[in-house]
Every structure is written in C-alpha cells, then in structure tokens.
C-alpha cells in the first residue's frame, strides 16, 4: 500500500501501542540544550534511571548564551548556573556534548543538520518547539516538554497519538526577492496559527524542489507557528548532497546504503493524505507581521487591518489587542513604520545563505541613524564559514555588530533584549507579547533580506526596492 | 511511581479571556533561568498582571476573588508557540489543576497530561457563560468529570472534549507514562535493532 514518508516513519519507529491507545514510539535522535532540560536530568536521578541510549542524544547550550563574549564567567550568573548544569549532566549520563571550546556550539536547529546527526527516515525529537526544522532532510521531527525528555532519555521513547498528514504544495516560481521566510509566513496567515493541530505538514511543489536545504529548514522550522508540531520535506538528492561527508553521517559502503534506505522513505506519489493544500508561488510577495501572533501577516505593499472593517467579533476583539500593543495605526500602510533595532539570526534564519544573502544587498550601504543592527549567527560553524568570505565584515562595515553563536534576540535570555516598547524588524520565528525581552518590546518578522532593508531606511520597506532587487543578477 | 486515577477535577474557577495566548505570555523566557520548576508559580503570566515597575495590573489573577482557583478558563489555541514545559509547571506550581478552553496547542496538551492537569475543550458558547458566571461568583464550585466528558457547575452542564487516549490515562493512572514505557524494554531493544542508525 501507497505510505507517506510520515507513516513510514512512523511504522518503522513504533515500538508498541500503549494501554491508552497512544503508541510508543522510538525516538532515534534527541537533541538537548540548558533549558529545557536539567529538570529532566532532576528527575532521571530522583527515579535512579540511566540514559538508556546514551550515544543517541546529542547536547548544545544555546538559549542563554550571551553573544558579546562567550568567555566565563558568564556575567549572569543563572547562565553560568544553566550551562554548569548542562556539562555536568552530559559527562555523569555520557552525553555527547557540543559545549563552547569545541567549535561546533550553536542553536541545536543548525548544529544537528550541520553535524550530518539529522538524517532521512529518523524520529527526532527535542524540548524545542522548533525542533521540526530537522523535518527538512524528511526526519519526523518535533518539540517536546521535560517529562517528555525524561522519557527519551530513559526510555529512548515516548507516548504519541498519530497525526495526520497535510501536504502543502508550492507550486510555480517565486518572484525576485521572495524567499522561503515569505513562503512559511504565508503559509501560516492562509492557515492560522491554530490550523496544523492534529497535522504532519508534508511541503513539496516545485518551490520546494528548487529550494536548498536551509531553506527547506526555514519553512519547516516555522511548522509550528502554524500549529503543526511536525513539517517535512521528502529527501531528494540535494539532502544527500548536503549531508555527505558530515561527521556524524555513515561513509563508504554504509553510505550508499544509508542513501537507498532514505530514498525509499520519500512519500510514495500516489499516497494518500488527509488533506492537501495548493499555493501558487506568484502570489507570495514579501512578507512581514503587523500583530502579535506569526499569522498576523501581510505583504508588505499591503496595509494594517483595521478592526472596523473585520465583521467577526473574536477576530475583531483580536485585531485590536494586537494594534493597541503594537501601537501600530488601523488601516494604515506598514511599509515606513519606524524600526528601533534589527535581528538577523535563530534557528528560522541564522545559517550561512541567510548572511549571505543579506551581505550582497547589505555592501554600501548603511545602517541608518538611530538604529542598532546585530547579526547572530546561529553556530560557531556558521560563524567561521562567514568570516571565512568576508561577511562578517559586510556586516560590520554596514553598521551591524556581527555577534558570537546563540539564540540570542529571538526570545532573549541572555542579554540582548529589546528595551521598554522599542520596535524590532527580526529574521526570527515569534512575534508574541514580551518575547524579545521587553514586556512592551514590539517584533515585525520577515526575512533577513528584509531586515537588512529596515536596519539602513531604518524603517518597513520593500527590500526590492531598496536593493533594486532582480535589477541585478544572481538573485 | 502510584499514580493517583484522575476522574474528575473540582474547584473554583478563573476566566482569562484571549485567543493564542502563548506559553511565552504564560512564563516569560527570563524567568526559565533555572534548573528546577520550583518557585515558578509566582511568575505566572507575570508580564500581563505586572506594571514594568513591578506593581500589580488589573488581571483576573491579580483579583483576590479569585485567589482559590484552581481551574483556568480560556480561548483559543491556548498554550501554543514554545515547547516549554515551564508554563504547565507554572500553573501546576500556582495551584491550577485543570483547564479548560475552546481549544489548546498540542505541545501544551501533552506537558499538561503528563502533569496530571486535565486539558478538556468546549464551544465558545460555553466558555463565555462558564466565565460569566465565574465572575458573577467566584466561589462557584466547578466540577470537570473527566470519565462523562461533561462539566457541571450551579444548575448548568455542556459537554467537553478530551481525546480518548487522555481520558483513558487519566482514568486508569497512567497519565504520566514512564511506568509503562520503562516496560516495553525488550520491545524497545528489537525495534531499535532494526534501525542502523541506532548503532552510530
């Protein structure tokens, strides 16, 4: 019978079904990080369990990394507490441990695909709501709780109810200056931020067929903004590309098996799904958020919705919390809404061709007045692969502070932080009340290209514009 | 590892009215700085019941009505956006035992079953009156029957909805599942057997 690479998956990881009905699961990889999971290790120990499969949870400190200096002591203390806690639960359970001094730190979402840890066909899960980034190389990946991770590392498995499975099909070209950051923002205003529970996101089309594989992981990253808990990407040769060679994939003889075996994950064509979704890709122009939830998008031509004209009462009541916290005008357009601090980083956003692609636009220009620019890279790979062609000094040389590996302003536990309601064009994934730091700290998503477009008008503007985008070639 | 049978949650009630109220609103990330849940509770939805100076906002938690609920009452979507398991612990740690809303997140749902805290959705319809009525009086005794799917309260009841596989676990004393886990060990090991990626 015709199978999605989802249920695939999913046969091939289910160990049993449990007396509720749910089904056991096997988790092939887990990925930790400080904060989700030293309660874990808390109750691991109060039980007296063992890791059972300790070569198969991999660790990054990521969340409270200060990016101005990793040098330690952290000048936070609780930080310096979270990463102690960390090493020290990895060395007790033998936990394999990407700490500061290896080179290989960042946000767990970019060091596990960089490490080749994330493969086609597996389960991975994570204390990390954006864990489905990983979905991108077809890994059923996803975002779990710290009872969850005492599970996985107990047990190496966890109890789950199958989800069914949307396919999402991107079809046709997207225009100069669109890209894959637009794509999910729009994916998540048609559908709602509420619109993928109970939902696998399968993405596939011709968009995604062109697309490289870290923006496979832009669109799957942002799954959950959309409320599914796992998007994937079936693996085609391009993920094979990308992951040969990385030191945590199988060589030789074992890799041209591990490819024949990840081939014949990929979702069969004429498999079912319970529901299928057609976008066409000349629709999407570039987006960016005017609310306090990821899908209140629009394109950036387009203007501010105003209550008024909303005739459902729960949207409109919405509407008007999210303006009145914004304090952005109703009706209005968005394009020339001052911005006060600009983030080109996270896990949605912060890998090479994210910085890449800002430094070409980014080379004589300057951040404008007023404005504090930073760029985060998301790993200490990451970084050193920019400074290796002169992107950090783009950066630098435009007016950004190029930073050291972390999360960083995306949800701001280490001390980048927006200041009172300062108003921030951010290449990250959330745009919730507060969570940039500041209790009235306000967040515009979009692409780092778009970013980059706000820091030097030092407001919302259409990048291609700005930047003559498809003017020039190579776009 | 007994685990207490959950068959139903009583108590009084507090409405928060709002849809997509995300666990970031329920425990701001700078107060995950810690390596245990204990002492969250007090930050519980801390940045919308507190001025930036630290004095208190007009909020349903901050009404000393309601300073005995123990069963949160909201909109839709409610706990969506991060995994954090810091937002159940947060309101398990400030007293809360169950929840009900028009609909919840499912990463939320999870971290709430495995807390014991039972997630049980109803219409907007409901939710509205049940809330009504708990501002009217905030003594009102609230009572969620997990095994009949039903809440009753005064003269009134609706129907909610629990996933079967939730109610069962609740049911049955097995709501958090690292008994049962721990017992498919041989089962564990032959799946894993088959899967080479295992062994790297």
Not at chain 1, 194 to 221: H, L, P, Q
Not at chain 2, 187 to 194: F, G, L, N, S
Request: proline share 5%; aromatic share 8%.
């Amino acid at each position: 019978m015709s199978q999605s690479l989802f249920e695939k998956v999913w046969d091939a990881h289910t160990v049993r079904q449990l007396s509720n009905g749910q089904t056991q699961l096997l988790i092939g990889t887990h990925l930790i990080h400080e904060v989700t999971s030293p309660q874990a290790f808390g109750m691991l120990r109060d039980l007296g369990l063992k890791v059972k499969y300790p070569n198969r949870t991999f660790a990054t400190v990521d969340h409270i990394v200060p990016t101005q200096s990793q040098v330690e002591p952290f000048a936070d203390p609780l930080a310096q507490e979270m990463i102690n806690a960390l090493r020290q639960n990895c060395e007790e359970f033998g936990v394999t441990f990407f700490d500061i001094n290896t080179g290989h730190q960042g946000i767990v979402h970019v060091v596990g695909p960089e490490q080749g840890i994330t493969q086609p066909g597996t389960t991975i899960a994570c204390g990390d709501s954006h864990t489905a980034t990983h979905g991108a190389f077809g890994a059923i990946a996803f975002g779990i709780g710290t009872t969850q991770i005492r599970d996985l590392l107990a047990t190496q498995t966890m109890a789950m109810t199958k989800l069914k499975v949307r396919r999402i099909n991107v079809e046709g070209e997207l225009p100069p200056g669109v890209y894959a950051k637009d794509v999910i923002l729009h994916i998540i205003k048609l559908l709602g931020a509420k619109g993928g529970i109970g939902y696998a996101y399968e993405y596939g089309g011709s968009v995604f067929d062109n697309f490289t594989m870290e923006e496979r992981m832009t669109v799957c990253n942002m799954s959950i903004e959309g409320g599914a808990r796992c998007g994937y990407v079936n693996p085609d040769e391009k993920t094979f590309e990308y992951l040969e060679g990385r030191p945590y994939c199988p060589q030789g003889e074992e890799w041209d098996e591990a490819v024949e075996r990840w081939k014949a994950m990929a979702s069969d064509p004429d498999c079912e799904y319970d529901d299928v979704v057609d976008i066409r890709a000349e629709d999407i122009a570039p987006s960016v958020t005017w609310g306090i939830s990821p899908d209140h998008g629009i394109f950036v031509n387009e203007t501010i919705p105003d209550p008024a004209q909303e005739s459902d009462p729960d949207k409109r009541t919405s509407i008007e919390e999210a303006l009145e916290y914004m304090k952005l005008p109703a009706g209005a357009p968005i394009e020339g809404t001052p911005v006060d601090v600009c983030f080109i980083g996270s896990c949605t956003n912060g890998r090479l061709s994210d910085f890449r692609e800002a430094a070409k636009y980014l080379k004589g220009h300057q951040v404008a007045e007023g404005v504090k620019a930073i760029a985060v890279p998301g790993s200490q790979v990451v970084d050193q692969l920019c400074k290796s062609e002169g992107i950090d000094q783009v950066f630098r040389d435009a007016g950004f502070e190029w930073r050291e590996a972390g999360c960083s302003m995306c949800l701001a536990m280490n001390p980048d932080k927006l200041i009172g309601d300062q108003l921030c064009a951010s290449s990250s994934n959330r745009n919730f009340k507060g969570r940039q730091g500041s209790p009235t700290g306000r967040t515009i998503l979009m692409s780092p290209v778009m970013v980059a477009a706000a820091a030097v008008t030092g407001k919302v503007t259409d990048a291609r514009e700005v930047f003559h985008v498809g003017e020039t070639a190579g776009v | 590892m007994a685990l207490e049978k959950i068959t139903s949650v009583t108590g009084k009630g507090v409405y928060v009215p709002g849809s997509d109220i995300d666990t970031d609103r329920i425990i701001p990330a700078r107060f995950m700085k810690c390596v245990t849940f204990d002492g969250l509770g007090e930050f519980l939805f801390y940045d919308v019941r507190h001025h930036e100076d630290g004095s208190l906002k007009e909020h349903p938690l901050n009404d000393p009505k309601h300073a005995e609920a123990t069963i949160l009452i909201s909109g839709v979507n409610f706990g969506c956006g991060s995994s954090r398991e810091h937002a159940p612990q947060a309101l398990n740690k400030a007293g809360f035992k169950a929840v009900i809303a028009q609909s919840f997140a499912e990463i939320f749902f999870g971290n709430c079953g495995t807390l014991g805290m039972p997630c049980v959705a109803a219409t907007a319809e409901d939710i509205e009156k049940l809330g009504a009525a708990v501002r009217a009086n905030p003594d009102l005794k609230i009572t969620i029957d997990v095994e009949k799917n039903r809440v009753f309260y005064g003269d009134e009841n609706f129907t909610v909805h629990l996933p079967d596989s939730a109610r069962e676990a609740f049911l049955s004393a097995r709501w958090d599942p690292i008994g049962e886990l721990l017992e498919g060990e041989a089962d564990i090991e032959a799946t894993a057997a088959k899967l080479p990626y295992m062994a790297r």
